[in-house]
């Protein structure tokens, strides 16, 4: 129920990496046999990746996965001699956005964090008006990582495309849960991570379109064009096509299974659990994400108890996730302190059954009511 943090590898994309770890081991950059097969290997691989998103496989660069990518994107089309620039970004932005654009501010650089509604919905005039002469890129992702709200995106590259700026997503949560096509959205530059699609961690893709300026961040041996030095992971990448492959074949079966468990579960547990509430969009969210609030428990202990009954979940509460603050995304939606604490996000995936759906209601209410008689504050 956490698949939002990660997926199992996938057995057909575990087995399309193996032969790279032994029998095909060569380096890409090597100009012999054992050099080409690696090499043909990780164009298929481009090849794939480019095609599932409308893209050129040249317009592919392989990082080590979604919070690179972002880093790429962001700092990389910033040219690196050019003074002071704009960046525009989102206030519930993905950590690797976050704080690239914090770093940005640190070294002289200016950031407008957008404002969102209380839906999680980007305010589209106030990212309009943002725009100055300097402003060099835009950054929004295309679905939320805790709420699951999906950005208004073409309306974002119109805005983008009319002032000139270069149009950045972070598609790490999208890919493989709604379509996703760079033409459609409109978008310069999209971060992929191969971990949230049953493909390997440590492993991810930017995709830049052709004509775009973008520097290194990380110099060597030129390798991806120059753009990512560093010897190719060249497992993870096989592992990573044949990942998008296989998500791209079961986009709409899978995504209409989650989305049957996933109203399944908000439907009953809105109905049956009093001071309760649903955060992110009602309608545009992704079709495996769940967020509730609920008031007078803690997100911490319902995260204990649910994972003593063996379901994994995520919180965005105070105390939550080895961190020590509570969500910056749920306050951004407005949402009170008292809610926050009481948040649970449950991410569901392919393999999940309805089953397991009915086993999480009853598990859930029994959780909520069991530290709802601890609480000094419950039915008060
Ligand atoms: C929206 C979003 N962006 C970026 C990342 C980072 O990706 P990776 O773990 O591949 O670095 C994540 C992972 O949680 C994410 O959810």
Request: aromatic content about 4%; glycine content about 8%.
């Amino acid at each position: 129920m956490d698949h939002s943090a990660t997926t199992p590898v996938d057995p057909l994309v575990l087995d399309s990496m193996l032969p790279y770890f032994s029998e095909l081991f060569g380096n890409p950059s090597s100009l012999h046999s054992f050099g080409n097969e690696a090499s043909e290997a990780l164009s298929l691989a481009r090849r794939q990746v480019a095609e599932i998103i409308g893209a050129l496989p040249e317009e592919i660069i392989f990082t080590s996965g979604g919070t690179e990518s972002d880093n790429l994107a962001i700092r990389g089309v910033i040219p690196h001699d050019s003074g002071k620039k704009h960046v525009i970004t989102s206030a519930v932005e993905h950590p690797a956005v976050l704080n690239t654009c914090a770093f940005l501010e640190k070294v002289g650089h200016d950031v407008t964090y957008v404002p969102v509604d209380s839906n999680g919905v980007v305010d589209l005039e106030y990212l309009e008006k943002s725009i100055r002469d300097d402003t060099i890129v835009i950054s929004v992702m295309h679905a939320n990582n805790e709420v699951g709200t999906i950005q208004p995106l073409k309306e974002i590259a119109q805005i983008a495309k009319k002032h000139g700026i270069c149009f950045h997503t972070d598609a790490v949560q999208s890919v493989g849960k709604i379509p996703v096509n760079v033409d459609d959205l409109g978008v310069d530059l999209l971060s992929i991570s191969s971990h949230k699609i049953y493909g390997p961690k440590g492993v991810g893709a930017l995709y830049v379109r052709k004509g775009t300026m973008i520097e290194p961040i990380v110099f060597g041996g030129n390798h991806e064009k120059g753009i990512r030095s560093g010897t190719e992971n060249v497992p993870g990448i096989i592992g990573l096509g044949k990942a998008m492959v296989l998500a791209q074949e079961r986009l709409e079966p899978d995504s209409e299974k989650m989305r049957q468990m996933r109203d399944s579960l908000i439907k009953r547990i809105l109905e049956s659990v009093d001071d309760v509430r649903l955060n992110g969009h009602p309608t545009q969210r992704l079709p495996n994400n769940v967020n509730f609030s609920f008031k007078y428990v803690e997100g911490e202990s319902m995260l204990m108890l649910l994972d003593m009954k063996g379901i994994g979940v995520s919180t965005g509460s105070a105390c939550s996730s080895r961190s020590q603050k509570s969500s910056n995304v749920l306050s951004s939606l407005g949402i009170e302190d008292e809610y926050i604490h009481g948040s649970l996000r449950i991410s569901l995936g392919r393999e999940n059954s309805m089953e397991e759906i009915d086993y999480v209601v009853k598990s859930l209410k029994e959780t909520v009511s069991k530290l709802r008689e601890m609480s000094p504050l419950a039915g008060k």
